[in-house]
């Protein structure tokens, strides 16, 4: 939990750190203007982008219930945003899983990719398949109720 905020709190004390400096020395605009970059990259960083993680097991469960997708990520993963993003409001029609939050995850991410926890994993029908395009995603999704 501390890792998946740490980044986000690094960019936006940093950035206003900055700022204050750019201000003081005459330049609020510029100051601003850096301030406001900075707040929107650690809101990018942040995990209030992606969907609500839940664990392996029960993302397991419910893929298997109601067939959607299961995609394991990590906090800062920049595939990760940029399917999240592409997916829009799909994305909400998948279950999401961080792998720095559960271990089981990331085993499961491991043993998918040869040891190695690249992300995002997409598990769709009981396979992996690594970093595959929002589109090829988007197809594999169940109908919307």
Not at 21 to 48: D, E, I, K, T, Y
Not at 52 to 58: D, L, T, V
């Amino acid at each position: 939990m501390r890792r998946a905020r740490l980044l986000p709190a690094v960019f936006l004390l940093g950035g206003a750190a900055a700022a204050a400096g750019l201000a003081l020395r005459g330049s609020p605009g510029s100051g601003a203007a850096f301030l406001l970059v900075l707040v929107l990259v650690a809101g990018v960083n942040s995990p209030l982008v992606l969907p609500r993680s839940i664990g392996a097991a029960a993302a397991r469960r419910r893929s298997a219930a109601d067939g959607r997708p299961i995609v394991f990520r990590r906090p800062g993963c920049t595939y990760c945003l940029r399917l999240r993003i592409r997916l829009g409001r799909d994305a909400h029609r998948m279950h999401w899983v961080n792998i720095w939050r559960d271990p089981d995850g990331a085993t499961t991410v491991r043993e998918a990719n040869d040891g190695n926890e690249t992300v995002p994993t997409v598990v769709v029908a009981g396979r992996p398949h690594t970093n595959p395009g929002p589109e090829w995603v988007r197809e594999r999704l169940p109908p919307a109720p």
